[in-house]
């Protein structure tokens, strides 16, 4: 069955970097986009943006350029999110969710649990 | 950006309700809606795509209609592991944006 499995929780100091995870098991990994999407303690869904694993191009939504990287390990069938020189706004949860590259609706039809992200000094 | 607004914000229902909630984009998106159902802790779970396709495995109490601006999700009767928030998203063009929420309360 199709399941994204995301790496745990982390507390980080303001500055410092962090990497989430999201592993991909029971379909063809490159065959569907990976999104990311973030939801502010009490806020509702935010879209970061995309990666294709196909070409391995990336698509960021404005705001989240810069400190914001996607990238991916085809071969483990995982990918990842890393942010950058953490400020206390970036506490959240982070969702990975796929969509199928061949549909043009684009729907997010499995999604990872979340990972809280938080960060306090 | 397209600006995805719903209404209402949020509203109380009694189980065996038939629930509707609106959600209307800053331009016209086709059919390139999709409803999302959140429950508090947990991912959001894909009902709707496409504006009216019920995802597969998905009850069907749930429907969802609408083209152009204007969109429907229409619960026809509330049962008791509904109540959570539901979410709308446009995928006509990037960046991808969602409503702000419904969540729908017990009365």
Redesign the interface.
Known sequence: QVQLVQSGSELKKPGASVKVSCKASGYTFTSYHMNWVRQAPGQGLEWMGRTKPNTGKSTYAQGFTGRFVFSLDTSASTAYLQISSLKAEDTAVYFCARDYGGSPYDDFDFWGQGTLVTVSS | ?VQMTQSPSSLSASVGDRVTIACRASQTIN??L?W?L?KPG?????LI??ASSL?SGVPSRFSGSGSGTDFTLTISSLQPEDFATY?C?Q?FS????????TRVEIK
């Open positions: 950006d059919i390139y999709n999302y959140q947990k991912a959001p779970q894909l795509y496409a995802q979410y998203q995928t990037t960046p991808i944006t969602f409503g702000q929420g």
